[in-house]
């Protein structure tokens, strides 16, 4: 029988500890994929019930939203119709008050 050096047998400890650690790290990465992916599903959701959900009849113009925006978010297509000061619907700016009326379709 032959003999096996001790540096023949210290490379295969270290080959086999590597190969657990990258399976590990495998594992590790999958269960991390799948909780973000779960976290992105719940605010998904989140945010499609906020983009449901009724406004105040008086509401109030944030940065960046349109009168397109906000007639979606708020369910009222007639904006501009309810709130004569509007005079340019393109001239609206953050803290311009508006009035909802959400259009109902029953």
């Known amino acids: 029988m032959g003999r ?8 295969e400890a270290v080959s086999l500890y ?6 590990l790290m495998l ?16 605010f998904t959701v989140r945010v499609k ?10 509401y109030v113009v944030r ?9 979606e978010k708020c369910g009222d297509p007639y904006i501009v ?3 004569p000061h509007i005079h340019d619907p393109d ?3 953050p803290g311009l008050v508006i009035k ?5 379709n029953k």
């Open 4 to 11: 096996v050096h001790s540096s023949t047998i210290l490379a």
């Open 18 to 23: 590597s190969s657990l650690l990258l399976a």
């Open 27 to 42: 594992i590790l990465s999958c269960c991390e994929s799948l909780a973000t992916e779960e976290k992105q599903m719940v």
């Open 49 to 58: 019930d906020s983009i449901h959900k009724p406004c105040d009849e008086i």
């Open 63 to 71: 940065e960046g939203e349109t009168l397109h925006t906000i007639s």
């Open 81 to 83: 119709e309810e709130n």
């Open 91 to 93: 001239d609206i700016f």
């Open 100 to 104: 909802i009326s959400p259009f109902k």
